[in-house]
C-alpha cells in the first residue's frame, strides 16, 4: 500500500435515499467507494475508489434531555452535537477523541464518524465504549438497501443486535445515516490527582488500587512518569471521592489540579496531543492492565514513546518498529498512524473468527465496494 | 410452531447413541419421564417434550454434541435454567436440548483487572455471591437471579432493576467461548477493553441462542459501592409520575434504579406482602447510591423535584430495615399478581417521555378486551411490564390476553419503543416483528443468523417470524 492519493471523485448524497441509489448503482458496477464522515478518525487516502462523503446527511432528528436521548443523521458535525447536549448539562459520555492533531487532518468529525469507529476515550474504561452508548441506527448496505436496527430506548432486545457489528466496522458494513445514542448527565464537579516520578510499575499498582474502589474513577492515565487520576463527582461527591483516594494512595505524593486544568488536561490526553504534529507510525495497543507494564517496557526498547491510558488497559505507542515485532509484543495492535509502514492496520484474527467475519462482510457488502482493504487485508 | 420432522423423530434412537458415543452416559437423557421436566420455560402456556437433553459439563462436550447434532441434521435447543418468559428455551418434538446446567465451574476472579470468567452455567446471583468476599459485585441483576445462568443472560441480553446505571449484559460482557453449530470452538473479546475486530461478541449476546452456545465468559465486575438507599414516592396521578421521572433524570441525578407501580399492582401486593405502601395511582421507588453524604445528597435534589410535583407521599428509608421495606412490594409484585389468577408478563419498552400517554392507552385497551392489567416497570428507562390478568381455565380467555398484549406491543412500537426490552422475542414476539421491522431489516438478521447456522438447526422458529424464514429454511435444508 503506498500512501500517495489516487484521483478520485467526491460524491456527498444529500439524502438517505439518494445514498441508498447511489451504492445500488455502484454494486451492479462493482466499484469501490471510499466511505468518510468528515475523514478525520482514519487514514483512507490509501483506499481506492471514489470518495463518498456522508456530510450532507446531516441535523439532529431529536434530542429529549429527559429520557438521556439522541437522534442525529450521520453528517452532523461532532462539535454542534456536543455544544447543544452541554447546554442541557448532558454530553456524550464515551469521550470521543478528537484526532485531527494526530491524523494532521482538518476536517470536521461526524457523528456518523464516531459511531463508524467506535470512538471512546479515556471515560471508557468507566462507562463503556461508543457501542454501548448506542441505542439504534439506520444505514445503507453494499446493496443499497436502507435498513435499521434497534431504535431510540435504552433497554430493547428485539432481534439480532446488528449496531455492535456496525459500530467500529468503519463503513464495511454499510454507511451510517442516523444514529440513535444514549446521552449521560455531566458530573458538575471535578479535580485530578498527579502523582509526578513515578514508573510505569508504580503507575499500574495506583491505577489498580484506585480502581478497585467505589469511587468511579473516570480517567487514569500514565505519561512522562506522572500517574493521572481523574475524580468527578455531583454536589459533595467529588471532594468526599479525592479525599478517600488521597487517604488510599497517601504513600505518595499527589498534586490536585482544579477543575479548569483537569478540562484541558484530559483534553489532551484524550487527543494525544503529545503525539500531534509528526509523522511518526502511532499504534493503539490493547492489553489487560496488569500487562500494561511489560508490554510498556517492550515497546519502549523498540525506541518510541508510550502513554498509557484506561487505568493500564490502553498503551499508545509513538515510535519505530516493524510491525510485526509490535504485534509480536502486543498482540492486539493497530496502527493508526501509518508514518510509512506497510501492511495491515487491524490485528489478524483467529482463522475460525475471519471466517466468520468473510461471511458477514459478504452479506453486507457482496460486492466488496465498502472501503474494500480497510479492515481485512 | 411448525410440524416436526417426523424422519428425526424415527432416528431417535440412532440419535442418542451417537450422543452417548461422545458423551458421558448420565449426560444424554432421552426417558420421556425425564425429558418431561424440559417440555418448557417460563413461558408455560406453551409446551413440547424434546427429543433429547444433553446435560455436558464441559466446552469439549458441548462441542460433540453440536457435531454429532450438526451431522445428523437435528435441531439444537440451548437452554440455560429454563427461565425464559418468551418461550427462548422452548423445545420442538425433534430437537437435542443442550442445557448448561453442569457447566458450572468458576475459572478465575482477578480483581486487579476486574472480571470474573466463569462457565456458563452458574447462576447470576451465585456470580455476585463468589465476588462479595472481594469487595466486587456482577451488575445485571434480572429478576430470576436466583435461578438464572449466565448462559441464558447471555443469549437474552438479560437486564434487571439496576441496569439505568450499571447497562444491560451487553455492556458487561468482556469476553465468551463459543461453540459453533458444527462444533467449532471460538473464542471472542476477552480481559482487554476491546473489540479489535468486528464486535462479533456484540452481536452475539442477545441473538437467542441462533448463533451459537456461549459456555465459558469473561465478565466485567464492579467495586461494590458504600451503600444503596431507597426511597418510595406516590403519585395521584400516572401522569405526573411519569413527569417526576423525566425530571429526575434532567437534575443530573442519576439513580441506580427508577421502578414504578400502579394502583392494581399496589393493592395486590398490598394483599400479599403488606408492605405498607399508600393507597395511591402510582408509586415510584427510587434507589440511590454512595457514601452517607452522597446519599443524603441525592435524595434532598430528588426530594425537591418531587416537591414541585406535589407527592401523595413520599418516604424516606433511615436504616436497612427500612429500606428493605421500601423493596419488599416490589421484590414480591409478580408473586402477588400470581395470587389473582393466571398472567402473561409483557416487557415492551417506550421512550420516557411516552410512559403517561402509553399507561393511558394500556387502560384504555384493558376496557375494551375485557381483561385487567397492572403495571410494573423499570421507568427510568421506559421498560413497562404490562401484566395481563386471565384465567387460564376459561376457554378463550388465553387468547384474548395474548390478543391484548399483541395489542400493547404494537402500542410500544408505535410511540417510538420496541417489543421487548429484556425478555427477549423467542416465540411469544416471533410473529410480531414485523411491527417493528421492515422485511428488509428482517432479511439482513436472518442473513446474519445464516452466516453462524448455515443449516438452520440452532433454536428453530424463534425470533424470526415462519413466513418471513421459510424461504431460508427451505434453503438450509438443502444443505
Known amino acids: 500500500m503506498t500512501t500517495d492519493a489516487p484521483s478520485r471523485t467526491g460524491l456527498s448524497p444529500a439524502s438517505e435515499a439518494e445514498l441508498g441509489e447511489l451504492i445500488a448503482e455502484r454494486h451492479a458496477t462493482r466499484q469501490p467507494l471510499r466511505i468518510t464522515g468528515g475523514g478525520t478518525r482514519v487514514e483512507t487516502g490509501a483506499l481506492s475508489g471514489d470518495t463518498l462523503s456522508t456530510a450532507a446527511i446531516s441535523g439532529v432528528v431529536t434530542y429529549e434531555p429527559g429520557e438521556m436521548t439522541l437522534i442525529a443523521r450521520a453528517g452532523t458535525p461532532l462539535d454542534e452535537i456536543q455544544a447543544m447536549l452541554a447546554a442541557e448539562g448532558q454530553s456524550l459520555a464515551f469521550e470521543p477523541a478528537d484526532m485531527r492533531g494526530v491524523l494532521g487532518g482538518n476536517g470536521t468529525s461526524t457523528i456518523g464518524g464516531v459511531v463508524a469507529a467506535n470512538a471512546s476515550g479515556p471515560r471508557r474504561m468507566l462507562v463503556g465504549a461508543c457501542r454501548d452508548h448506542l441505542l439504534g441506527l439506520r444505514f445503507v448496505d453494499g446493496r443499497g438497501r436502507v435498513l435499521k436496527n434497534g431504535g431510540r430506548v435504552m433497554k430493547n432486545v428485539t432481534g439480532l443486535d446488528l449496531g455492535k457489528l456496525l459500530c467500529g466496522a468503519h463503513g464495511t458494513l454499510g454507511v451510517l445515516t442516523e444514529v440513535a445514542l444514549k446521552t449521560l448527565p455531566i458530573l458538575p464537579d471535578r479535580c485530578t490527582l498527579g502523582f509526578h516520578g513515578v514508573t510505569v510499575d508504580e503507575a499500574a499498582q495506583i491505577f489498580a488500587r484506585a480502581l478497585a474502589t467505589p469511587y468511579e474513577v473516570s480517567g487514569a492515565a500514565f505519561r512522562d512518569g506522572t500517574a493521572w487520576l481523574r475524580v468527578e463527582g455531583l454536589g459533595p461527591q467529588m471532594g468526599y471521592r479525592r479525599d478517600r483516594l488521597l487517604a488510599l494512595l497517601q504513600l505518595r505524593e499527589a498534586e490536585v489540579l482544579d477543575a479548569e486544568v483537569t478540562l484541558s488536561l484530559w483534553r489532551g490526553l484524550r487527543d494525544l496531543d503529545h503525539f500531534a504534529g509528526t509523522a511518526t507510525p502511532l499504534w493503539r495497543v490493547l492489553v489487560k492492565p496488569s500487562l500494561a507494564p511489560s508490554t510498556v517496557r517492550a515497546l519502549q526498547a523498540l525506541g518510541g514513546a508510550v502513554s498509557v491510558d484506561w487505568g493500564g488497559g490502553l498503551i499508545w505507542y509513538c515510535g519505530p518498529g516493524p510491525a510485526q515485532e509490535v504485534r509480536q509484543i502486543a498482540r492486539h495492535a493497530t496502527l493508526v498512524r501509518r508514518g510509512g509502514l506497510a501492511g495491515p492496520a487491524f490485528a489478524p484474527e483467529a482463522p475460525a473468527v475471519t471466517r466468520l467475519s468473510l461471511g458477514l462482510r459478504r452479506v453486507f457488502d457482496p460486492a466488496g465496494i465498502l472501503n474494500p482493504g480497510l479492515m481485512d487485508q | ?479
Not at chain 2, 452417548?20 to 417460563?42: G, H, K, Q, S
Not at chain 2, 408455560?44 to 450438526?70: D, G, K, Q
Not at chain 2, 425433534?94 to 476486574?114: G, P, Q
Not at chain 2, 461453540?179 to 449476546?205: A, K, Q, R, W, Y
Open chain 2, 1 to 479: 410452531m411448525p410440524q416436526p420432522d417426523a424422519g428425526i423423530i424415527e432416528r431417535a434412537p440412532q440419535i442418542v447413541a451417537a450422543l452417548r458415543e461422545v458423551l458421558p452416559d448420565d449426560a444424554v437423557i432421552w426417558d420421556p419421564e425425564e425429558t418431561r421436566a424440559y417440555e418448557c420455560d417460563a413461558l408455560t402456556a406453551y409446551r413440547c417434550p424434546p427429543l433429547a437433553v444433553v446435560l455436558p459439563r464441559t466446552t469439549a462436550e458441548v462441542a460433540a454434541a453440536m457435531r454429532v447434532c450438526h451431522r445428523l441434521r437435528v435441531p439444537v435447543v440451548p437452554r440455560g435454567a429454563g427461565t425464559s418468559l418468551a418461550g427462548g428455551a422452548l423445545p420442538t418434538a425433534d430437537c437435542v436440548i443442550i442445557a448448561t446446567l453442569r457447566l458450572r465451574d468458576v475459572l478465575e476472579i482477578d480483581t486487579e483487572n476486574r472480571f470474573i470468567r466463569v462457565q456458563t452455567g452458574v447462576t447470576n446471583l451465585s456470580v455476585s455471591g463468589e465476588l462479595e468476599p472481594h469487595g466486587f459485585f456482577y451488575a445485571p441483576d434480572p429478576s430470576s437471579q436466583l435461578a438464572c445462568t449466565i448462559a441464558g443472560n447471555i443469549a437474552m441480553n438479560s437486564g434487571g432493576a439496576h441496569c439505568l446505571k450499571y447497562g444491560v449484559t451487553t455492556n458487561n460482557l468482556m469476553g465468551a467461548t463459543v461453540v459453533l453449530t458444527d462444533g467449532e470452538v471460538v473464542g471472542l473479546g476477552g480481559p482487554e477493553m476491546g473489540p479489535m475486530g468486528l464486535d462479533m461478541m456484540g452481536l452475539l449476546c442477545g441473538s437467542e441462542g441462533q448463533l451459537g452456545i456461549v459456555t465459558e465468559a469473561t465478565l466485567r465486575i464492579l467495586p461494590r459501592p458504600e451503600g444503596a438507599r431507597p426511597v418510595l414516592i406516590g403519585f395521584d396521578g400516572a401522569e405526573v409520575a411519569g413527569e417526576c421521572v423525566a425530571r429526575i433524570i434532567r437534575s443530573g441525578v442519576l439513580p441506580v434504579a427508577i421502578e414504578y407501580m400502579d394502583d392494581v399492582c399496589l393493592r395486590a401486593v398490598e394483599a400479599f406482602a403488606r408492605a405498607g405502601y399508600p393507597d395511591c395511582a402510582a408509586v415510584l421507588i427510587v434507589e440511590v447510591e454512595g457514601s452517607v453524604p452522597e446519599i443524603e445528597d441525592q435524595i434532598a435534589r430528588i426530594r425537591e423535584i418531587a416537591s414541585a410535583l406535589n407527592p401523595v407521599e413520599f418516604r424516606e428509608s433511615r436504616n436497612a430495615d427500612e429500606a428493605m421495606a421500601i423493596w419488599k412490594g416490589r421484590k414480591s409484585a409478580f408473586g402477588a399478581m400470581g395470587r389473582l389468577g393466571d398472567y402473561i408478563c409483557l416487557d415492551g419498552t417506550v421512550p420516557v417521555s411516552k410512559l403517561p400517554y402509553a399507561l393511558k392507552m394500556i387502560g384504555e385497551l384493558s376496557r375494551r378486551h375485557g381483561l385487567e392489567v397492572a403495571n410494573v416497570f423499570h421507568a427510568g428507562d421506559g421498560n413497562m411490564h404490562p401484566l395481563i390478568l386471565f384465567n387460564a381455565n376459561k376457554p378463550g380467555d388465553l387468547a384474548r390476553a395474548e390478543a391484548f398484549g399483541a395489542d400493547i406491543l404494537r402500542l410500544c412500537v408505535d410511540v417510538g419503543g420496541c417489543l421487548t426490552g429484556e425478555h427477549g422475542v423467542g416465540v411469544e414476539k416471533r410473529d410480531l416483528m414485523g411491527k417493528q421491522y421492515d422485511p428488509a431489516d428482517l432479511d439482513i438478521q436472518m442473513a446474519v443468523k445464516d452466516v453462524f447456522d448455515p443449516c438452520w438447526l440452532l433454536n428453530p422458529a424463534k425470533v424470526f417470524p415462519l413466513d418471513a424464514s421459510q424461504p431460508w429454511r427451505e434453503e438450509a435444508a438443502r444443505r
